[in-house]
């Protein structure tokens, strides 16, 4: 997709793809990959739709324990991550648009501010599992909290861990990919031409806080 | 040139038809998420005795679609994408519901010991069945 020619990387000189002989254009190749992409994100949503699905269930059979516990959170540090993830997305997306039209520079700061927000959104994600830990509100048989005892709190928490680690865990992944982005930004690779690997990593992002979207309220405001 | 290749010349004139949003459209998306945001925060504070539930989830659905369309650009790429987007979301719904209708409405004293689901709001016939819970004294049950 991406194949580099011996001009790749020289500063100034705009990086032209080639576009393989089964495609009739670079905007269907480009669009190609758009659609590999939609597809991997199909499958991350179904990874996280199990996860949906064991909360919907548990909730049923626990609800009074499941409010309880999820009083537990701090509402402050969540809203204050949804609020940081969502305008993380919005400088993802304006990174799309800048490689669009070449402006590389711009490209590179969108992703930075994009990077230096998910940090944001994982420090304050450590303070709240720190928290918790102190508080020995911990997954299943490790949970060990005296101020909540009703059954079915232990499978919140359990829920609770599961399901934010593994979004962190696309967290951290979404920052490697973005950061490699910007690296190839700061070498002025993207134009109208060439910015599928922007609008790609901005849209793994994206899907970081579609997640979220929903984590939200399911695990904060019950 | 192969068959391959002039679906991809079909899908090159259709493309040329796209048009695409500017910095001004993803300017009113973030607004529209972060004020969405504070609403869905303020609405669970209150804590809302029924439709609390339903309500985050329309707010949740409505920042999700905002996000899908503009931000991922589903709402001007055709085609394919969003096809796999809605079969994935479809399959998502199918997999909550039903697994919900299972434990919903099983037999009471088969879920787990300590549960204490939400009683069904109207009395069922069906809840108290010849071979299920509710046997009251002998003669007295539906036929």
Redesign the interface.
Same mark, same amino acid.
């Given at each position: 997709m991406q194949s580099s020619t011996a001009t790749a990387g020289v500063a100034g000189v705009p990086h032209r793809p080639q576009v393989a002989a089964h495609f009739a254009s670079l905007e269907v190749q480009n669009h190609a990959a758009r659609l590999g992409m939609w597809l991997f994100l199909a499958t991350e949503i179904l990874l996280f739709a199990g996860l949906f699905v064991i909360y919907a269930n548990y909730r049923f059979l626990f609800p009074e324990a499941f409010a309880l516990a999820s009083r537990e959170l701090n509402l402050n540090m969540g809203t204050f991550n949804t609020l940081l993830l969502i305008t993380s997305s919005f400088t993802a997306a304006m990174a799309v648009h800048y490689a669009k039209e070449a402006k590389n520079k711009q490209v590179v700061l969108m992703f930075v501010l994009t990077i230096l927000m998910a940090l944001g959104f994982l420090v304050v994600k450590y303070f709240e599992y720190s928290h918790k830990f102190h508080e020995h509100q911990l997954p299943g048989p490790y949970y060990a909290f005296p101020g909540l005892t009703l059954p079915g709190a232990s499978a919140y928490f359990t829920i609770y861990f599961l399901s934010t680690g593994l979004h962190a865990f696309h967290v951290v992944i979404g920052m490697i990919v973005l950061g490699w982005v910007t690296l190839k930004a700061m070498r002025n690779e993207f134009s109208h031409h060439n910015y599928t690997a922007v609008e790609l990593g901005s849209m793994y992002w994206h899907l970081v806080d579609l997640v979220w979207i929903f984590l939200f309220p399911m695990l904060y405001l019950i | 040139m $192969?068959a /391959? =290749?002039n679906e991809? @010349?079909k899908?090159?004139r259709e493309?040329?038809q796209e048009h695409?949003s500017?910095?001004g459209k !993803?300017?009113a #998306?973030?607004g529209a998420? /972060?004020v969405l %945001?504070?609403v %869905? #925060?303020f609405t669970?504070?209150m804590h809302i005795e029924t439709g609390a539930l339903a309500l +985050?989830?329309v707010? =949740?659905s409505v920042?999700?679609a905002l #996000? =899908?369309l !503009? @931000? /991922?650009?589903l709402a001007e790429?055709q085609g +394919? $994408?969003r096809v796999? @987007?809605i079969? $994935?979301?479809l @399959? #998502?719904v199918l /997999?909550?519901l039903f %697994?919900?209708f299972d434990?919903?409405t099983r037999f009471r004293p088969a879920?787990?010991n +300590? =549960? %204490?689901?939400?009683e069904w709001p109207v009395e069922t016939r069906g809840q108290s069945g010849r071979y299920g819970g509710g046997l009251k004294a002998p003669g007295t049950n539906p036929k």
């Open positions: - | $192969s /391959m =290749a991809s @010349f899908e090159d493309m040329r695409h500017g910095p !993803y300017i #998306v973030w998420l /972060m %945001t504070l %869905t #925060v669970g504070k +985050a989830l707010i =949740a920042k999700g #996000v =899908a !503009y @931000f /991922m650009h790429h +394919a $994408s796999v @987007f079969t $994935s979301m @399959f #998502v /997999m909550l %697994t919900l434990i919903g879920l787990p +300590a =549960a %204490t689901p939400q």
